[in-house]
């Protein structure tokens, strides 16, 4: 099998190559990414050389080039996408050109060299949800609640209409809050860790009172996994980790297992627009796909500080500016 991956170089595809290349050493991958501030190269020293595996710099908004990487291969899985919801309420132009332009290239290029698609999507489609309500699922009506959200649901759509008109064939995944090795330090759980491994005090918006659910990236993509291969054509999955988690309780764990206490905690400004929770009904893909979260919540914690404690120089050179001025400047922020 041959799969052109779109942003392979961020958190989730980079991860997802690593996972894909050690289950199927046979297949042939080519990594798509146009290298923006949360596309890091380093995340891949470790395939870069392996005969399966081949990297172009390039945008997805690129139709000659993506035209030309979808001819011979059997499947797009698309990763790539503006994903930061404080980026999208500053200034959504990047997001509609990469979340909605993007999918629309993939999607005709698909579309023309008859190639199966694969979408990676969010929990934030489905908006806001209160403490006790019913869980998302695959059947919740669409209620994005930021630049960020509801541009990802315009590609959902998008891939959806392509289905109906084109007959191409495509899947869907909507996943929770992803964490793991690789993840950009502008991201709460890497932020956090990294903060205080610098001896920094972590932001908390508002009372820290916003529920999440996480997912650890190798449970998440073992789930995009089972859809390629088992999931029903024009079907969309939602992949959760049943782990829900408010901010503050998330936060008092990472100083737990850090050995830190809550005079690291910092409490800011809440963001405009902050959805009080996110939770996913994952019964689908369980019944369907016989798939569920294995990774432990407070095993895979433990693993990601670890994995940041030792790869400090990865870390490092984000936070510094090195790879992202825009980034140093909203770091500091928050600091």
């Known amino acids: 099998m041959k799969l052109l991956i779109t942003g392979g170089a961020g958190f989730i595809g980079s991860n997802f190559i690593h996972y894909w290349l050690k289950k199927y050493p046979d297949d042939n991958i080519i990594n798509l990414d146009v290298l923006t501030y949360a596309g890091n190269l380093e995340n891949l020293a470790d395939v870069a050389d392996s ?15 993506v035209d030309g990487l979808a001819k011979n291969i059997d499947l797009i899985a698309h990763f790539a996408a503006e994903t930061h919801v404080d980026r999208s309420v500053m200034d959504s132009g ?3 050109k990469t979340n909605v ?6 999607l005709d290029a698909a579309k023309k060299n008859n190639v199966r698609f694969h979408h990676i999507s969010t929990d934030e489609v489905f908006g806001s949800l209160g403490p006790n309500e019913p869980s998302f699922n695959e059947k919740t009506p669409y209620d994005p609640r930021s630049p960020y959200s509801a541009l990802k649901a315009a590609a959902d759509h998008l891939v959806r209409s392509y289905y109906h008109t084109h007959k191409l ?8 809050n992803n964490y793991g090795p690789y993840q950009f330090p502008e991201k709460l759980l890497p932020l956090f860790i990294t903060n205080l491994l610098e001896g920094k005090k972590v932001p908390i918006y508002g009372n820290g009172q916003n529920i999440r659910d996480w997912i650890h990236v190798d449970d998440h993509n073992a789930g995009v ?18 782990n829900e988690l408010t901010n503050i309780e998330l936060t008092k764990k990472i100083l737990e ?14 963001r405009p627009g902050h959805d009080l929770r996110y939770a996913m009904d994952i019964s689908k893909a369980k019944r369907e796909l016989g798939w569920e979260p294995k990774i432990k919540f407070e095993d895979g914690l433990a693993k990601t500080i670890e994995w940041y404690k030792n790869n400090k120089d990865w870390w490092k050179k984000i936070k510094s500016g090195e ?10 922020k928050l600091s």
Request: glycine content about 10%; proline content about 1%.
């Open 51 to 65: 005969k399966n595996y081949q990297f172009v710099k390039g945008n997805i908004c690129d139709e000659k080039l």
């Open 94 to 96: 990047d997001f509609i």
């Open 101 to 106: 332009e993007g999918t629309r290239v993939l």
């Open 169 to 176: 064939p495509i899947t869907i995944s909507n996943c929770t």
């Open 225 to 242: 996994d089972m859809i390629i291969k088992k999931g029903r054509i024009g079907e969309t999955y939602c992949l959760g980790g049943n």
């Open 257 to 270: 297992l850090m050995g830190k206490g809550e005079e690291m905690i910092k409490y800011v400004k809440d």
């Open 323 to 332: 790879y992202n001025e825009y980034y140093k400047k909203q770091y500091e």
